[in-house]
């Protein structure tokens, strides 16, 4: 039998997660609601973390409190570690390295991925939380290459979703409004550019993926589709069956 772990008062949470400090109502879908998953997980609130200021100001004077925390959880025994917040892509090298575990801080790391399994001509959709926060040194963070086409489409212009989760409202949220927008949005960068899949690099919108492919008919990666990739690269199991 293989050496047991101790020295912890709690056991079998495969993944942590580091969360922006939000106060907007967290739905099934959402990184930020735990029943999304269907494996254990571990929150870490980082207290200074507002999304005003991770998304449109200087991140990097919070890397030292991201790493912080991301060590706390590798300490408590989880095996992988995301965060609640696609523009954290800038923080992904840093924190790769300063972890012995792995650390995915974006979606945006799918979009190589997703560029490779398509037709060279095809661009990659991203729909991210607001356009004009999302530069080149976010992309270039998380493997996106100049090589790689995209096409950017945001949804700060977008009432429900600008105000609730944008604005960081503390009041119930009205999805059916949401997905509205977001999938206006994508229809609409479906019909101005040759995108052949989308991204979301918002972790709240996961929720909305079935909506979106469902009118697209495009393959739609968000956050959880890549956590779910992660927790089993990390857990493997034993496969069963019969010959």
Do not use: W
Request: glycine share 6%.
């Amino acid at each position: 039998m293989a050496e047991l772990a101790s020295g912890r008062n709690n056991y079998g949470q495969v993944l942590g997660i580091l969360m922006v400090n939000t106060s907007f109502t967290r739905i099934p879908g959402d990184i930020g609601n735990a029943s999304t998953f269907k494996f254990p997980v571990r929150y870490k609130v980082i207290e200074n973390a507002t999304p005003a200021l991770v998304v449109e100001k200087a991140i990097k004077t919070l890397l030292p409190q991201f790493i912080e925390a991301a060590k706390e959880l590798e300490t408590e025994g989880v095996r992988a570690i995301t965060t609640s917040c696609g523009f954290l892509a800038l923080l992904q090298k840093e924190m790769a390295d300063a972890l012995h575990i792995p650390i995915f801080t974006s979606s945006l790391l799918q979009v190589p991925l997703a560029y490779r399994m398509m037709p060279a001509s095809k661009k990659v959709g991203i729909l991210t939380a607001n356009s004009k926060a999302l530069t080149k040194d976010h992309l270039r963070s998380v493997g996106i290459t100049d090589d790689i086409p995209v096409a950017i489409a945001g949804l700060e212009d977008r009432e429900e979703f600008a105000e609730a989760i944008g604005g960081n409202l503390k009041r119930p949220l009205e999805p059916h409004k949401i997905q509205a927008g977001i999938v206006s949005v994508c229809n609409e960068l479906k019909k101005k550019e040759d995108i052949g899949a989308i991204v979301f690099e918002c972790t709240n919108l996961p929720p909305y993926s079935y909506g979106v492919q469902k009118s697209t008919g495009l393959p739609v990666f968000d956050i959880i589709t890549l956590c779910n990739y992660i927790h089993d690269v990390v857990l493997r199991k034993e496969f069963e069956g019969f010959l």
